[in-house]
């Protein structure tokens, strides 16, 4: 990766409107915190919920972390996204699966499951909240925040090592 290329994330659950608008807010929180440049966005494999807003529960969890996600809007997965992002990472495994299914031949994107950035949750899923209560919204708050954390301490590193810097 050159110095001058941006990183970009598609962070994908099943109908965006819980976990991946969630994943996206955390990422981009933590990357404008932290000041590294790179793209985020979010999408569902399903189409149920395009053009809605997040789940109440969600933006909820999000405004008492201090970011509004109520001008989010749910969209579905297209062809295109598949050479737009450098990396699409999925929720879920069942979503993993979709995503790699629906991946055109000419993909740029690597494809992964996000809580492979932690340490210690390779192969995990972030737990879908929506049957639940809000409890559990706080808690996939709290996978994808640390998810967002080592993305952005990853790219920040892989950074300082393209330019000789420790800092």
Same mark, same amino acid.
């Given at each position: ?20 608008? &969630?994943?996206?807010? !955390?990422?981009? *929180?933590?990357? %404008? =915190?932290? /000041?590294?440049? +790179? ?5 569902? @494999? ?52 979709? &995503?790699?299914?629906? !991946?055109?031949? *000419?993909?740029? %994107? =690597?494809? /992964?499951?996000? +809580? ?5 949750? @390779? ?45």
């Amino acid at each position: 990766m050159s110095l001058s290329s941006t990183r970009s994330f598609l962070l994908v659950c099943l109908g965006n409107i819980c976990r991946s608008p &969630l994943a996206e807010a !955390a990422l981009r *929180d933590a990357a %404008a =915190r932290a /000041g590294v440049a +790179m793209t985020v966005d979010s999408a569902g @494999t399903g189409a149920w919920h395009v053009g809605n807003p997040p789940d109440p529960r969600s933006q909820a969890v999000a405004l008492a972390h201090g970011i509004d996600i109520s001008g989010h809007r749910a969209r579905q997965v297209v062809a295109a996204d598949f050479r737009r992002f450098t990396d699409i990472l999925a929720l879920d495994r069942d979503n993993l699966a979709e &995503l790699r299914r629906r !991946a055109p031949k *000419d993909s740029t %994107a =690597r494809i /992964g499951l996000l +809580m492979d950035a932690v340490p210690g949750r @390779t192969g995990q899923a972030v737990v879908d909240p929506y049957y639940g209560g809000a409890a559990g919204f706080e808690v996939t708050w709290a996978d994808v925040s640390a998810a967002a954390g080592a993305i952005v301490e990853g790219v920040a590193a892989d950074r300082r090592s393209c330019t000789g810097r420790n800092s």
